[in-house]
């Protein structure tokens, strides 16, 4: 009777395993330890010259997407202002249209002065027609501060589109520098991100959420480092016990730095990563 083969059950990646944890199930890999840390190298090596290229491009990137967003603001404030000046109008239409009205209203009062044959009817018409003219006189106030606000408006808008077309053509150089830059590094880039991708096809997902999670602990983003001078860490170079130096140069375990919590390789992977 065949025995059936047990499927193993993958433990979910905490995000807060512990080192120790992570170097007890290293070694479980189709790739041997020392392949999997000369990997893990390598790995680091094309990040870190990635991170490179990148550095390159300096403040150049926030610095364009920071000026487009300054300029879509600008131009919604353009828009806006040009809608308001569009009520503005209405509004003096309006208006106006009220003085047409109320002229209107003022000629048929003036025309039954006329047939008046009393006092008391007199001093009526002739308060409504008082009436009429304050209310015509209102209109005529809200007409001219109307007229002020749109020129006021109106020379917002100016000096907007003034910011617009400065600030357009300092994007438009910053874009050609950095499009300059992209250019003379895409294909160094390409190869880098290919060889990155390859590298992280290999690594199992619980060792690259741990390689991940270094990089962005540290302030230069170096998660695997060498021994420096003999002795020390490379990443904090803090010195590393004599038994731990040994572990390292076997290549059959992952050794990380009880300092600075980064992985500590073989010295020698150093003239392994020549392209």
């Known amino acids: 009777m065949a025995t059936k083969k047990t499927k193993k059950v993958e433990t979910p990646i905490d995000q807060k395993e512990t080192f120790m944890s992570l170097a007890k199930t290293f070694a479980d890999s189709d790739l041997s330890v020392e392949e999997k840390l000369k990997t893990l190298y390598e790995l680091q090596m094309a990040d870190t010259d990635i991170d490179e290229i990148l550095q390159m491009r300096g403040e150049l990137p926030a610095e364009v997407e920071a000026l487009e967003a300054e300029l879509e603001a600008l131009k919604a404030k353009v828009a806006q202002d040009t809608e308001i000046i569009e009520t503005f109008n209405k509004n003096i239409a309006a208006y106006k249209q009220d003085i047409v009205e109320l002229d209107e209203e003022i000629l048929k009062y003036k025309t039954q002065l006329e047939n008046i044959t009393n006092s008391r009817e007199f001093d009526s018409i002739n308060k409504e027609i008082e009436n009429q003219g304050y209310l015509r006189q209102i ?9 002020s606000a749109i020129l006021k408006k109106k020379e917002s808008i100016e000096a907007t589109k003034d910011q617009i077309s400065i600030l357009s053509d300092d994007l438009k150089a910053k874009k050609e520098e950095l499009a300059t830059i992209v250019e003379s590094t895409a294909t160094e880039e390409q190869r880098l991100r290919a060889k990155r991708e390859a590298c992280a096809a290999k690594i199992d997902p619980r060792t690259m959420s741990a ?3 270094i990089r962005a ?6 998660a695997v480092v060498s021994i420096y001078n003999n002795d020390s860490c490379g990443g904090c170079f803090n010195t ?5 130096l040994i572990d390292v140069a076997s290549n059959k375990k992952l ?3 009880e300092h600075c919590g980064r ?13």
């Open 139 to 147: 209109s005529e106030k809200n007409i001219n501060d109307t007229k």
């Open 211 to 213: 390689y991940e999670r």
């Open 217 to 222: 602990s540290v302030n230069n983003h170096l």
């Open 240 to 244: 590393i016990t004599p038994q731990r």
């Open 255 to 257: 050794i990380i730095c």
């Open 263 to 275: 992985i500590i390789v073989n010295p020698d992977f150093e003239g392994t990563n020549k392209d």
